[in-house]
């Protein structure tokens, strides 16, 4: 296959979008079964986990479980991929610019495993970072298997992007201009044909496995005052405030966690868990991937003292 492949490479354009096709269909499935993994760990770490202890001490195990899965996740990026440590995004674009967008083939299945684990435990993180390294890697192991030259693997690590993005919030567009924006930071109409292809078969693997409903309920709002518009203003500089404390506060978390704590990497995760599952006594709506918190103030269910 590899030898008929490569007499086809001089005609670019159909072999792209050839191997678009399966990036994008392989990608929906992982992130179909990333979504499945999630929601078997929540069982695991809940139900049958958090949900056996007494009434009494039923805050023990709802404390335990984040901690267990950081634990069990730090074992797996310690030992079997440290690419997969971290939010996903930044990994891609590092691999990107400064590796011709070659990412370890292993990444796919230990970020697979590790991501799922902390959602499903409690992790207060979303599916987005996850999936678009899971199917950026998996477009570089494509490339890297027929042993293409960057340009093209980069262009098959965007499709991945795409697909992932695509087939876990049912939104094509959106994946297109994600991975041409974000993970490339370019535009050309070369890499477009194949982003597109990858995008729409992932939306449409994604529809046949886990329906057609968009990732969040969005209730109809309507301009009832042109005064309203001040409120978006002032909303907007308040989100980019909050956004800005939150980048800072990550980092110096990360960086804290990097030089200060001295333990071995693989308890780190554990100390977090720790954290999350103490304010998650407090705040339930914080564990998980918290779609359903978001669908809540989407239709105006959350008071501002939680927010």
């Known amino acids: 296959m590899r030898a008929v492949l490569k007499q086809m490479l001089g005609r670019e354009g159909v072999v792209m979008v050839a191997l678009a096709v399966f990036v994008g269909v392989a990608t929906g499935y992982g992130a179909v079964g990333f979504r499945k993994l999630i929601g078997l760990f929540q069982v695991l770490f809940y139900e049958q986990g958090a949900g056996a202890f007494p009434e009494g001490i039923a805050w023990v195990g709802l404390v335990l479980a984040p901690m267990v899965g950081g634990l069990l996740v730090g074992l797996l990026v310690h030992y079997f991929a440290k690419e997969a440590k971290g939010h996903g995004v930044p990994e891609v674009m590092e691999a990107m610019t400064l590796r011709g967008g070659r990412i370890r083939p292993p990444v796919v299945l230990v970020k697979?495993?590790?991501?799922?684990?902390?959602?499903?435990?409690?992790?207060?993180?979303?599916?987005?970072?996850?999936?678009?390294?899971?199917?950026?890697?998996?477009g570089s192991s494509v490339g890297q298997f027929l042993k293409l030259s960057d340009r093209r693997v980069r262009n098959l690590v965007m499709c991945g992007a795409a697909a992932g993005i695509a087939a876990t919030f049912n939104t094509p567009i959106a994946g297109v201009f994600f991975a041409l924006e974000v993970i490339a930071g370019e535009f050309s109409l070369r890499s477009f044909t194949p982003v597109v292809v990858a995008s729409v078969l992932a939306t449409v693997v994604g529809h046949h496995y886990l329906g057609t409903e968009p990732a969040f309920t969005v209730p109809a709002y309507a301009l009832v005052d042109r005064w309203e518009l001040v409120l978006y203003v002032i909303l907007g500089?308040?989100?980019?405030?909050?956004?800005?404390?939150?980048?800072?506060?990550?980092?110096?978390?990360?960086?804290?966690f990097e030089t200060k704590v001295r333990i071995p990497d693989p308890l780190k995760p554990v100390i977090g868990g720790f954290f999350v599952g103490v304010v998650g006594l407090l705040f339930p709506q914080i564990l998980g991937v918290g779609y359903g918190a978001m669908d809540a103030v989407l239709l105006g269910q959350v008071s501002l003292g939680v927010l």
Do not use: D, N
């Open 112 to 138: 697979s495993l590790a991501s799922s684990i902390c959602i499903g435990s409690g992790g207060s993180a979303g599916r987005e970072g996850p999936i678009v390294q899971i199917g950026s890697a998996l």
């Open 237 to 256: 500089v308040a989100c980019a405030v909050v956004a800005t404390v939150f980048i800072k506060t990550l980092h110096f978390t990360e960086v804290f």
